[in-house]
DNA sequence: GATGAATGAGAATTCATTCAT
DNA sequence: TATGAATGAATTCTCATTCAT
């Protein structure tokens, strides 16, 4: 058979994976989907992957790593000068005019989390990082943990209404609860 | 077999439903996981729901009922001397305190609105339940938009991380952020 | 409940027995199915019919009636003067140019009737029937039976290649083999 | 459980269709079934194909291809200097001599194309098959379209009204109808 | 008479995983 | 090492029929 000597086919199941799990949701992770997709054999998935959960987690890993990616840009680019109002409805917008499949993997990492054990420790992770990240540019941890809060909740009410995003809108309802620049 | 009369089956199957759910989550829930858990034959699930998803959006209707009733609840006692911070730290604070299962339940139905199209307009309402209620209360439907999608974002973090929940630590971060009371 | 007194509903399940086999062929008959289609209660069906055959060899003994008429009409406007090929081309022209999913239907009951011992003698009774029309008329039973045959194999030929019909190569065909007008 | 090793397992499982189809008709066609009649575990028989219609199409593929290549031998075998009339009842007779069930397999696995997509495209190159091949001996395809019609129409015929098969009645009703021979 | 809830069998599929090659 | 055939359990769903009301 071809293809006997394949290196980052390891990477390519796992892209597969993502591509799957953004497709039809988590509960549609299968590892003849995940071969198909990721066009190799069937028992090459569970030849490199010992249970579908390991897979699973693996991609959730990777998809984490991409948003935690974006969301430190977003922090490193903060303007101390404008409202953070603003900067706030400036990420939610970006996310939102992205790609809507990819916010919604993310968010279903969430509701894996809450029944996988294995996978609660990466959206964890995945929470205190942007805490921790946001907490040590605006030097207050707790603030930060607040805006995350927000911020998810804010993602996921776009989510799940399918409101169009007004910017407009977003910002006059933060600017009424989050108050002045600082 | 007996049992040929029984009123009320269709109400217990649901409630056998939000059970399976509650042990098992959403993956977990099946005909015949309900069948068993409301000990009724397994035809009988799918005589009354045609699919399972029927099934599962009579489950997220009751749950959402219900907790609707504690926000309103809540919207109800509101203190409008009170710093708003405080007022959600004491909703956070309770919910956390009752019964875990119950709210990772809700969430779970919730963020599977994300997932299933049948679903999703569920999920949908309940949020602008919420926000509609509360924006009658303090005059500003989208300030209560807002704290909505904080209440939701904050939950899920106690939830995800399994963070203590310490009232103070929270009120600090809302009330960096939430500004003076109104 | 309304609809107490409701004469013709049992014919009304017959048509909708009819409708339902059109479209999705006899093996999607079903109680359900029809009790939709005529808008009545499921009991209805199960009242009126004691079992599904019973159904069914009434919906194929009316769809069965109504092709003779057709054929009966042919038989009567056969112009002695035209050739018999010519004849049965106008019939086969006519046969394909209307209502396809009605042929289709007709050919499904000799499909069922292989089978299902209550239809095959429906079936015979057609095929016979027909014979015995064109006999009566052309004078002649073994030769009816023959060009009845050529009939169901033509048109189960278009039916089953699709081949669109030309009504002179149809009649070449069949002059070819024909002969002359009698 | 012993027998991890079986080649010509899927070819077992053609046969098996076959076989069940010739016995309970295509509406008793299933997974449970073939498995039972191959002796296999049921999940083999929807691993070797995708849905039962692949099955359907590889069973009317083996069966097709019997009967052609009947058909290919009375071709070759024809009488330039007989009557096609007699050559046609001599088929007819040949093939009703046989076995009957299989001639009713054939025939039922024919019609079923009416309603199967997939299954239409085989019926339809095994009508094409026997036109050419005929055609291409007769030097004259519409004429041999016409005469495969003709056969087919015969044999239904005979399979529906069980009429005790005389070949001096079909021959005579051929000859009324072919003329002369060619 | 008429209805529709109830039932239990059976349908197609999908799947994770094992294991012979 | 890598593969894909094999397996058996579990899934949803459809259904004819029965029978209490």
Same mark, same amino acid.
């Given at each position: 058979m071809p293809r006997r000597y394949d290196p980052g086919r390891r990477q390519r199941i796992i892209d597969a994976a993502i591509t799957v799990v953004g497709e039809r949701g988590i509960a549609g992770l299968s590892h003849r989907a995940v071969a198909a997709a990721a066009d190799v054999p069937l028992g090459s998935t569970t030849y490199h992957f010992a249970g579908l959960d390991d897979l699973l987690v693996a991609a959730l890993r990777q998809v984490n790593a991409g948003w935690l990616a974006d969301f430190a840009r977003w922090v490193d680019g903060l303007? @101390? =000068? =404008? @409202?953070l109002a603003d900067e706030v409805a400036r990420l939610v917008a970006a996310t939102l005019a992205g790609d809507r499949s990819r916010v919604t993997l993310e968010y279903e990492l969430y509701l894996a989390a809450l029944r996988h054990e294995a996978v609660r420790p990466i959206a964890a992770a995945c929470l205190d990082e942007m805490a921790d990240r946001l907490g040590r540019r605006i030097g207050d941890l707790a603030t930060a943990r607040a805006v995350v809060a927000f911020l998810d909740g804010l993602l996921l009410q776009y989510l799940l209404t399918g409101r169009p995003f007004r910017p407009a809108a977003l910002r006059d309802g933060l600017a009424g609860v989050l108050g002045a620049p600082r």
């Open positions: 303007d @101390p =000068a =404008a @409202p």
